[in-house]
Nanobody, 114 residues
Framework: QVQLVESGGGLVQPGGSLRLSCAAS????????MYWYRQAPGKERDFVAR????????KYADSVKGRFTISRDNAKNILYLQMDNLKPEDTGVYYC???????WGQGTQVTVSS
């Protein structure tokens, strides 16, 4: 079955960096656009970034443009999110998502705090 497993979250100070990973299995990863979303406490789950099949087209939420970078390794079936210059408002649970298979991972917690 389709499985997405996120990792790489943690506690980081403002201005710091984290790299999230999402290991995918159970579907043809290279044939599916992939997404990162996040959900802050008490808020809806929001779009963060999208990447097309070969990584040539990227899209970001305005709030993360210039700070976050989405990428993928189709040989390893892994989706990444490099997060730099983190801010307290980036705090939340980060999820990877495959739209064609309508599946979500369990999420990984990111906390930005001094």
């Amino acid at each position: 079955q389709v499985q997405l497993v996120e990792s790489g979250g943690g506690l980081v100070q403002p201005g710091g960096s984290l790299r999230l990973s999402c290991a995918a299995s159970g579907f043809t990863f290279s044939a599916d656009p992939m997404y990162w979303y996040r959900q802050a406490p008490g808020k809806e789950r929001d779009f963060v970034a999208r990447i097309n099949l070969d990584g040539s087209t990227l899209k970001y939420a305005d709030s993360v443009k210039g700070r976050f970078t989405i990428s993928r390794d189709n040989a390893k079936n892994i989706l990444y999110l490099q997060m730099d210059n983190l801010k307290p408002e980036d705090t939340g649970v980060y999820y990877c998502h495959t739209s064609l298979n309508n599946a979500w991972g369990q999420g990984t917690q990111v906390t930005v705090s001094s």
